[in-house]
């Protein structure tokens, strides 16, 4: 038994490993083929809708730790995935909008110039280091080991909500540039 459970861990971390490092890595080279693809102007709309699935994952982030404080397991469980499920979504709709899109230069200008550029390296250097935490978590989460899975979310749910949050600040900030 103890034999199939490190060979199921093992297959879990490189799966894991794997996609932390292939899906930056896809992401990237997605960005490099932008302007290729014409999907039509409904692409358009896609940063607000990024916008509202970056808060809607805050605030389920939120509630997921306001149930598991009220030891409301199920809640928990349910919230977090659709935090899961939401992240996942928005990573599909930023690919479809970069692959379709020049990037949107910040016009702002004074103080609040190098206060958006550290929100948005901030934003995307810990949106990449977050992708390893949270497959772990949620893979200890499902698999049952609930001591590995909170050791995990200590580093993952902070860096998480960070990610969701300033997702949406970083949008609110350069909405005004938008050149459709």
Known sequence: MQTVQLAEERKANRIINTLSIVI???VAIMLGIRQKFDLGSWTNSLP??????????????LLGLYFIKQKNIAAH????????ALGSAFLVSYILYH???ESTPFGGQ??????????????????????WFVLRAVYFAISGQIVRHKATV?????IWLYV?????????????????
């Open 24 to 26: 930056p890595v896809a």
């Open 154 to 158: 200590k580093w993952a749910y902070p």
């Open 77 to 84: 469980r349910v919230t977090m995935l659709s935090a899961f």
């Open 164 to 180: 969701s949050i300033t997702g949406v600040v970083v949008y609110l900030m350069i909405a005004p540039y938008y050149r459709f």
């Open 110 to 131: 004074g103080w609040v110039r190098p206060v958006y550029y550290f929100l948005l390296v901030s934003h995307i250097v810990l949106s990449i280091v977050v992708v």
């Open 48 to 61: 607000f809708l990024n916008a509202i699935l970056n808060s809607v994952t805050s605030v389920l982030l």
């Open 99 to 101: 692959i379709t899109h």
